[in-house]
Nanobody, 126 residues
Framework: QVQLVESGGGLVQSGGSLRLSCVASGFGLGYFAIGWFRQAPGKEREGVSCISTRDGTTDYADSVKGRFTISRDNAKNTVYLQMNRLKPEDSAVYYC???????????????????WGQGTQVTVSS
């Protein structure tokens, strides 16, 4: 069965760090660009970061640049999102998805991604 599973969320104080994991089963993550998105209550799903498969290039939303780092371990079929200097506005359910439209990251349109996992909750207290 093809699926993604996110983990690593939790409750952290403002300024703290978390590392999220996105593990694939049923297919090799190394063949696809993978994106991290987040969705807060009452808001649309927004892109956070993406990592391309062919050259490992990365992309970040302006709101997380310099604080978040995306990486990939193809041997473990896992993509990570290291989140540092967290802020209360980072609180959301975080999802990973597979880019359907190509191997290279290009913007953060949620409709370009599929195979979403169930998400992992991140809560940052002030």
């Amino acid at each position: 069965q093809v699926q993604l599973v996110e983990s690593g969320g939790g409750l952290v104080q403002s300024g703290g760090s978390l590392r999220l994991s996105c593990v694939a089963s049923g297919f090799g993550l190394g063949y696809f660009a993978i994106g991290w998105f987040r969705q807060a209550p009452g808001k649309e799903r927004e892109g956070v970061s993406c990592i391309s498969t062919r050259d490992g290039t990365t992309d970040y939303a302006d709101s997380v640049k310099g604080r978040f780092t995306i990486s990939r371990d193809n041997a473990k079929n896992t993509v990570y999102l290291q989140m540092n200097r967290l802020k209360p506005e980072d609180s959301a359910v975080y999802y990973c998805g597979v880019l359907r439209t190509g191997y290279y990251c290009s913007g953060f349109e949620a409709t370009d991604y599929d195979r979403w996992g169930q998400g992992t909750q991140v809560t940052v207290s002030s």
